[in-house]
Each structure stands twice: as structure tokens, then as C-alpha cells.
């Protein structure tokens, strides 16, 4: 399965589509998620340990963790790179889960916004960040296409994207996470 295939499988399937790096050397002990989890590896490698059992996935390799079973995530020494997809069946992403996965993931967490009618040219980061809209509106545009977020929503902007923005006219109010992330090759 390639990338696109294993993106297009998360959709269907009702999974939030991640794109995510790792630091090398991360470890994350045994914990479980309020979600569950697809992954893809697109470059270095991460070790998942799932009932004492360690596995080691690497480019091109795909895993799943179930929400609340317990597992240790140990990264490479390169770090990882992977394409996710959570699903949550309890209901919507709140805002402390939002918080919190980004705190996990090792984001910088900033609650703003910006006025209303607010246009901002194409641009891309260095960095990568996730955003959930908290009040009004925005519009994101990427690759030609737009799409607007409200209260609730959730999306990702990768490193590099090159995108454009517009706040609707009650302005918008959200949680960022912005965190710089070491190109993974495999």
C-alpha cells in the first residue's frame, strides 16, 4: 500500500488524517490514547510495545493501536515520519484533548486569533502546526482548494505548505501547536 492508498483507507474508515515527526531518541512509556491509531512510516523507524512484545516499523510499514490499549512508543535514531489517522468513538475532539495530544506530540501550545476579514497572502512555515478553531471562522487555501473551519474543527498545516488565509467577519478565536520538526530520510 502506498501513501495515498493508506490515506485514502483512513478516510474511509473515519480516522482524522496526521501527518507527524518524531525526535530521535524519543521515548514515550506505556501509555493509551483516547483514539485509535493508524500509522504509516514514511522514513526512520519507531518501535511500538504492545503486551511485552516490542515491533519494530519502518518506511512503508503500517501498525494499529486501538484507543485504550496499553503500549510504550521508543523512536529510532533518526527519528520517524509517518502519515496517522486517530478516530475518536467517544464523541468530537474536545479542546483538552486537542491540548493534551499536542503537549504529548511535543508541540508549543498558543491560544490567539485574528481580527475579522483578516487576509493573509500564500506563505509557507518551517515548522509544522495544527490548529482548532474555538470561535468564527477561517478559511485555509492549499494546493487551490479552500476549505473553512468553525468552532470545533480541527486541521494541520505541514512544514513547507504553501497556504493563504481569511477570517471570517466575527473574527477567530483557536489553539495552535507549532513545533520544528528535523527532516526524517529513510
Known amino acids: 500500500m502506498d501513501r495515498l492508498e ?20 524519543m521515548v ?18 519507531i518501535t511500538i510495545t504492545r503486551d511485552n512484545k516490542p515491533e519494530t516499523f519502518r518506511a512503508g510499514q503500517c501498525c494499529t493501536v486501538p484507543a485504550g490499549r496499553m503500549h ?18 467517544g464523541g468530537p475532539l474536545t479542546r483538552e484533548a486537542f491540548e493534551s495530544d499536542l503537549r504529548r506530540e511535543g508541540f508549543e501550545v498558543v491560544h490567539g486569533g485574528q481580527q475579522a476579514g ?16 474555538l470561535g468564527g471562522e477561517i478559511t485555509l487555501t ?11 474543527d480541527h486541521c494541520e498545516v505541514p512544514t513547507g505548505c504553501v497556504h493563504s488565509e481569511k477570517v471570517g467577519p466575527e473574527g477567530v478565536a483557536y489553539i495552535a501547536g507549532k513545533v520544528y520538526r528535523r527532516a526524517v530520510t529513510s
Open 6 to 25: 493508506f490515506e485514502e483507507e483512513l478516510r474511509r474508515e473515519g480516522y482524522s488524517v496526521v501527518n507527524s515527526s518524531l525526535k530521535p531518541n
Open 28 to 45: 514515550a512509556e506505556n501509555h493509551c490514547h483516547d483514539f485509535d491509531a493508524k500509522l504509516m512510516v514514511l522514513g526512520g523507524e
Open 72 to 89: 510504550a512508543e521508543y523512536v529510532g535514531p533518526e527519528g520517524v515520519a509517518f502519515l496517522s489517522g486517530r478516530r475518536r468513538n
Open 118 to 133: 483578516h487576509v493573509g497572502e500564500p506563505h509557507a512555515h518551517d515548522f509544522d502546526v495544527r490548529i482548532m478553531v
Open 142 to 152: 492549499r494546493d487551490g482548494k479552500s476549505e473553512t473551519y468553525r468552532a470545533g
